[in-house]
């Protein structure tokens, strides 16, 4: 199984200040079709999931510009320019390329 | 609006069963593959299963291979999950959701599964 690991595992953060979350593949996320099957999520307290940013770097629908995704291959990362009080949660990545589709452990967001 | 609404969780006792159901609306069920997704209480995310458009194609994670089948009726617009030998293990949130291109555009509020004796 392709495992993912998220860093850090909790960040407290500022409003107004950016906030930064780490997630490394195990293998490679490109796949023959030239898509990155990687896939952001936030899960606000007593909330589902929800999509943020899918294929490594598109917003979804909806999603506010501040959020972004980047990498490629086996390292991604999930940029906040200015956190808000309503992005508090757990942020979880997931991989899409190969069965069983997994996730990293989450990283839980706070604000200071 | 687009939606889809779990039901059919509650407590079991080990070695139990239960059937979860999904309804969809808003969108063309029958146009969408669908996946069951599970959070154990406290803990993170974990796919369980996935089916296609017409329900005869199936996939699971190893540990439910056996014991859970994945299922869909077009023309209820329903999903199901029957959940067989029940381990305490399996309590979770069970999360229907649908995955186009493999990511999860839309979730339900989930249903609540406790194995316990």
């Known amino acids: 199984d392709i495992v993912m690991t998220q860093t850090p595992l909790s960040l407290s953060v500022t409003p107004g200040q950016p906030a930064s979350i780490s997630c490394k593949s195990s293998q490679s996320l490109l796949d023959s079709d030239g898509k990155t099957y990687f896939f952001w999520y936030l899960q606000k307290p007593g909330q589902s999931p929800q999509l943020l940013i899918y294929?490594?770097?598109n917003r979804f629908s909806g999603v506010p510009d501040r959020f972004s995704g980047s990498g490629s291959g086996t390292d991604f990362t999930l940029q906040i320019s200015r956190v808000e009080a309503e992005d508090v949660g757990l942020y979880y990545c997931?991989?899409?390329?190969?069965?069983?589709?997994?996730f990293g452990q989450g990283t839980k967001v706070e604000i200071k | 609006e687009e939606q889809l609404v779990e039901s059919g969780g509650g407590l079991v006792q080990p070695g139990g069963s239960l059937r979860l159901s999904c309804v969809a609306s808003?969108?063309?069920?029958?146009?969408?593959?669908m996946t069951w997704v599970r959070q154990a209480p406290g803990k993170g995310l974990e796919w369980v299963a996935n089916i296609n458009q017409d329900g005869s194609h199936t996939q699971y994670v190893d540990s439910v291979k056996g014991r859970f089948t994945i299922s869909k009726d077009n023309a209820k617009n329903s999903l199901y999950l029957q959940m067989n030998s029940l381990r305490v293990e399996d309590t979770a949130v069970y999360y229907c959701?649908?995955?186009?291109?493999?990511?999860?555009?839309?979730w339900g509020r989930g249903t609540l599964v406790t194995v316990s004796s």
């Open positions: 959701a649908r995955p186009p291109a493999r990511r999860f555009d839309l």
């Open positions: 997931m991989q899409g390329i190969q069965l069983p589709w997994t």
């Open positions: 294929e490594a770097s």
């Open positions: 808003g969108f063309t069920f029958s146009s969408y593959w």
